[in-house]
């Protein structure tokens, strides 16, 4: 199968991440467009792609199949919208919007231009987080009774122009790092009853909260923050637990424990998995993924947005 070829907007560290592993597989960086000149011709050299300084010129291509969005949060919704109608299927970074508003624009002019349109976050894919909702919905650890997640990255430690502490780019804890929790347990149960959330706010920004989505019959406890290291997972049931000793950075285990013994399952959480599926999607004639419905994608910037309603969190360019 010849090799599916993408256009990158964006050319920072989630762009390289990106490259890096699925250059090595069935796929090439055909075209690269950013803001900075400069950095796009230094991408374009390394992964073999053209730099361009203009969009259209960049997407507008023919040997272009899909094109992937790896810019700040707060350009998202423009760069999707665009490519969408120039005819493009587009694989955006998460989050895909910064409000649910923005979310229901991409996906409404998914449908209008019958183009595909998917989020890209790598937990919806990964093996390892789909082996933990069979497990949960086989019944295998009985009725779900807590949920604790962690997790946490030293954000703070970050250069203070960076684009998660600056509020301009919607930074913050929440939608950089709670979006993980938030979507896995949403994978999971689906829609909360109710949503508690207490965060603490600094420079314009969320560093840190404790968010808790209320199912019926038990809680899901997620504490985030941009203030330390520290993820894992533990579900708890009536006839059992699992547990993710490592909850996101590239996740390669998960562990049932129950009344038959102990169960590990080791599998991957990388990007080259969710760019083949995604390739596969397009080239299938899907306009929605399966493995991200858009009411998924919706449904957890709504979580967000609560989250942001009771923190009091609005950016600046939301006054």
Same mark, same amino acid.
């Not at 599916?4 to 250059?23: C, K, L, N, Q, V």
């Not at 993710?244 to 996740?251: E, S, Y």
């Given at each position: 199968? *010849?090799?599916?070829?993408?256009?990158?907007?964006? &050319?920072?560290?989630?762009?390289?991440?990106?490259?890096? =592993?699925?250059?090595?597989?069935?796929?090439?960086?055909?075209?690269?467009?950013?803001?900075?000149?400069?950095?796009?011709?230094?991408?374009?050299?390394?992964?073999?792609?053209?730099?361009?300084?203009?969009?259209? *010129?960049? @997407?507008?291509?023919?040997?272009?199949?899909?094109?992937?969005?790896?810019?700040?949060?707060?350009?998202?919704?423009?760069?999707?919208?665009?490519?969408?109608?120039?005819?493009?299927? @587009?694989?955006?970074?998460?989050?895909?919007?910064?409000?649910?508003? *923005?979310?229901?624009?991409?996906?409404?002019?998914?449908?209008?231009? /019958?183009?595909?349109?998917?989020?890209?976050?790598?937990?919806?894919? &990964?093996?390892?987080?789909?082996?933990?909702?069979?497990?949960?919905? !086989?019944?295998?650890?009985? =009725?779900?009774? /807590?949920?604790?997640?962690?997790?946490?990255?030293?954000?703070?430690?970050?250069?203070?122009? &960076?684009?998660?502490?600056?509020? =301009?780019?919607?930074?913050?804890?929440?939608?950089?790092?709670?979006?993980?929790?938030?979507?896995?347990?949403?994978?999971?149960?689906?829609?909360? =009853?109710?949503?508690?959330?207490?965060? $603490?706010?600094?420079?314009?920004? /969320?560093?840190?909260?404790?968010?808790?989505?209320?199912?019926?019959?038990?809680?899901?406890?997620?504490?985030? &923050?941009?203030?330390?290291?520290?993820?894992?997972?533990?579900?708890?049931?009536?006839?059992?637990?699992?547990?993710?000793?490592?909850?996101?950075?590239?996740?390669?285990?998960? $562990?049932?424990?129950?009344?038959?013994?102990? *169960?590990?399952?080791?599998?991957?959480? /990388?990007?080259?998995?969710?760019?083949?599926?995604?390739?596969? !999607?397009?080239?299938?004639?899907?306009?929605?993924?399966?493995?991200?419905?858009?009411?998924?994608?919706?449904?957890?910037?709504?979580?967000?947005?609560?989250?942001?309603?009771?923190?009091?969190?609005?950016?600046?360019?939301?006054?």
């Amino acid at each position: 199968m *010849e090799k599916f070829r993408w256009a990158y907007i964006g &050319s920072g560290g989630i762009a390289h991440s990106t490259a890096r =592993e699925i250059t090595r597989g069935n796929h090439e960086i055909v075209s690269v467009y950013s803001r900075n000149m400069q950095k796009a011709e230094s991408f374009a050299q390394k992964y073999g792609a053209k730099a361009f300084a203009d969009f259209e *010129e960049a @997407v507008c291509r023919e040997d272009v199949d899909g094109v992937y969005i790896a810019t700040p949060h707060t350009s998202h919704l423009e760069y999707s919208l665009r490519a969408m109608r120039a005819g493009k299927a @587009v694989l955006c970074e998460k989050p895909v919007g910064v409000s649910v508003s *923005e979310v229901v624009q991409m996906t409404d002019t998914a449908k209008e231009t /019958d183009t595909y349109f998917c989020e890209a976050m790598w937990t919806w894919f &990964s093996d390892v987080a789909l082996t933990v909702r069979k497990w949960v919905a !086989e019944g295998r650890i009985g =009725e779900i009774k /807590d949920v604790t997640i962690n997790y946490s990255f030293p954000g703070i430690f970050m250069p203070k122009t &960076s684009r998660v502490l600056t509020p =301009e780019t919607a930074g913050g804890s929440l939608l950089d790092v709670g979006i993980y929790p938030i979507t896995y347990c949403y994978n999971l149960f689906g829609v909360p =009853e109710r949503i508690e959330c207490r965060g $603490i706010l600094r420079k314009g920004i /969320d560093i840190g909260e404790r968010v808790i989505l209320c199912y019926k019959g038990f809680k899901c406890k997620l504490n985030i &923050s941009l203030l330390c290291v520290k993820e894992n997972c533990t579900i708890k049931g009536t006839k059992g637990k699992i547990t993710l000793p490592v909850f996101f950075h590239m996740a390669s285990r998960a $562990i049932l424990s129950n009344g038959d013994g102990k *169960e590990i399952y080791k599998g991957k959480t /990388d990007y080259i998995t969710q760019f083949d599926a995604v390739a596969n !999607e397009i080239r299938q004639g899907r306009k929605e993924s399966a493995y991200i419905p858009f009411e998924a994608t919706a449904e957890c910037m709504k979580i967000m947005d609560e989250c942001r309603r009771q923190m009091g969190l609005v950016y600046p360019f939301e006054k």
